[in-house]
């Protein structure tokens, strides 16, 4: 059985960083596509960045909101992966996800196959 477990939520204030992790069990993440997606109240789910094993483009969101300040890596000897998030702002806040795909690598969060369920963040003074 396939588990991601995401952590390092908490609340932070404006211009700080936090450091999500994501701890996956039942599968390699060597053999898989891992990225992280967001979802603030009353929000679609949003993708963050996906990084690839290098059959399919790794993808990276191009939202002013997003770009510039949001960071992913995978370390396959520990099998987790981590969103590095810098300057952070009070429209980032709401639920943070990790997600991974055998095929896919991209924006759409049902092309993905597996999810956590998610680490609460939230930016306020």
């Known amino acids: 059985q396939v588990q991601l477990v995401e952590s390092g939520g908490s609340s932070v204030q404006p211009g700080g960083s936090l450091r999500l992790s994501c701890e996956v069990s039942g599968i390699n993440l060597e053999e898989v596509n891992i990225g992280w997606f967001r979802q603030a109240p009353g929000s679609e789910r949003e993708g963050i960045a996906c990084t690839s094993l290098g059959e399919v483009p790794s993808w990276h969101s191009d939202s002013r909101f997003i770009k510039g300040r949001f960071t992913i890596s995978r370390d396959n000897a520990r099998n987790t992966m981590s969103l590095q998030m810098s300057d952070v702002v009070p429209d980032d806040t709401g639920v943070y996800y990790c997600?991974?795909?055998?095929?896919?690598?991209?924006?759409?969060?049902?092309?993905?196959?597996?999810w956590g369920q998610g680490t609460q963040v939230t930016v306020s003074t």
């Open positions: 997600t991974a795909s055998r095929l896919y690598c991209g924006r759409l969060h049902r092309r993905y196959d597996y």
